[in-house]
């Protein structure tokens, strides 16, 4: 009993608790019941918006922001060792190399600073933008404390953050994964993609599917949700506003099953890295 407690401690104080919460049921309405995955852990996978939509209406659940406003600091070493692991590499790997002393780089969605941080040792100045006000505060104050004089850390939501300078790298790892409307993602790829100077590089990571359609995932907790793009789609979509691929990797795949019909095949989600270069 006392060893459980203390490893729940530890486990809340690592973020596990914040991020995989106890098995909930969701509420789904009669009519959405055929259109759905039931998963394990008690949430549900919807593969169109309305149906997701509807179902978060219907358990009148609070906005996703609640989630990442809660924390003072989001890491993903803490929460993921593994996938930090991987994103790390590929960050150190492929993207730092390109990355010169006198550039300037953003990190948008940066939450708490775990990669800007990194990201500030090999470049002259960076930038960070991010949701959370508690996050910037606590980046702030970090890069204050530890003599970071680089790095300053910023508000804003990746649709509608007004860029006051142009870049010469910029990331944007995790965040689209909780921007749902198609038409703000696809704003927020083009403020970036204008915010780069010519031949700039992004490295980019989100979770995406091997479908044609985006899915959409909802619990455990009520104020967790996020998409899972078709990579096909976002792949377009970078292609379309002028970025070319230079690099690409898989940092893990998750296979969902769905609880209430063995008629399905499993859906795979698939973390999705890429280098892009605006090409003009
Ligand atoms: C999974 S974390 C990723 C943090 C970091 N970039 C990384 O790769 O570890 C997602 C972050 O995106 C932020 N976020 C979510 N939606 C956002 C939006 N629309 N604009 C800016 N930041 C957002 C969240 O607050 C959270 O800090």
């Known amino acids: 009993m006392r060893i459980k407690l203390i490893q729940d401690i530890i486990d809340i104080l690592r973020c596990k608790k914040t991020i995989m919460p106890k098995k909930i049921n969701l509420k789904v309405p009669e009519e959405c019941k055929e259109n759905i995955f039931k998963l394990e852990n008690g949430g549900i996978l919807a593969f169109n918006y309305e149906i997701f939509n509807d179902i978060v209406n219907y358990n009148k659940s609070a906005d996703v922001s609640l989630f990442y406003n809660k924390l003072d600091t989001w890491s993903l070493k803490d929460c993921f060792e593994e996938r930090f692991n991987k994103q790390m590499s590929f960050l150190k790997d492929k993207f730092i190399p390109l990355v010169e002393a006198n550039d300037t780089i953003c990190d948008v969605g940066c939450a708490s600073g775990e990669f800007t941080f990194e990201m500030a040792k090999y470049c002259r100045e960076i930038d960070g933008y991010e949701m959370s006000q508690k996050m910037v505060d606590w980046a702030n104050n970090y890069?204050?404390?530890?003599?970071?004089?680089?790095?300053?850390?910023?508000?804003?939501?990746?649709?509608?953050?007004?860029?006051?300078?142009?870049?010469?790298?910029?990331?944007?790892?995790?965040?689209?994964?909780?921007?749902?409307?198609?038409?703000?993602?696809?704003?927020?790829?083009?403020?970036?993609?204008?915010?780069?100077?010519?031949?700039?590089?992004?490295?980019?990571?989100?979770?995406?599917?091997?479908?044609?359609?985006?899915?959409?995932?909802?619990?455990?907790?009520?104020?967790?949700?996020?998409?899972?793009?078709?990579?096909?789609?976002?792949?377009?979509?970078?292609?379309?506003?002028?970025?070319?691929?230079?690099?690409?990797?898989?940092?893990?795949?998750?296979?969902?099953?769905?609880?209430?019909?063995?008629?399905?095949?499993?859906?795979?989600?698939?973390?999705?890295?890429l280098i892009l270069q605006k090409t003009i």
């Not at 989100?206 to 959409?216: A, I, P, S, W």
């Open 143 to 273: 890069a204050k404390e530890n003599n970071v004089l680089n790095a300053k850390f910023y508000q804003g939501m990746c649709e509608s953050i007004d860029y006051q300078k142009q870049y010469d790298k910029m990331a944007l790892m995790g965040v689209l994964t909780y921007v749902f409307e198609d038409s703000k993602a696809e704003t927020a790829i083009k403020n970036i993609y204008n915010a780069l100077k010519p031949g700039g590089y992004l490295i980019y990571k989100d979770n995406t599917n091997e479908t044609e359609n985006n899915f959409y995932f909802f619990g455990p907790s009520l104020d967790y949700k996020m998409i899972a793009r078709s990579k096909k789609n976002i792949l377009e979509l970078f292609k379309k506003t002028g970025f070319e691929v230079v690099n690409e990797d898989i940092f893990h795949r998750l296979k969902f099953k769905n609880m209430t019909s063995n008629e399905n095949e499993p859906v795979e989600l698939i973390s999705l890295g």
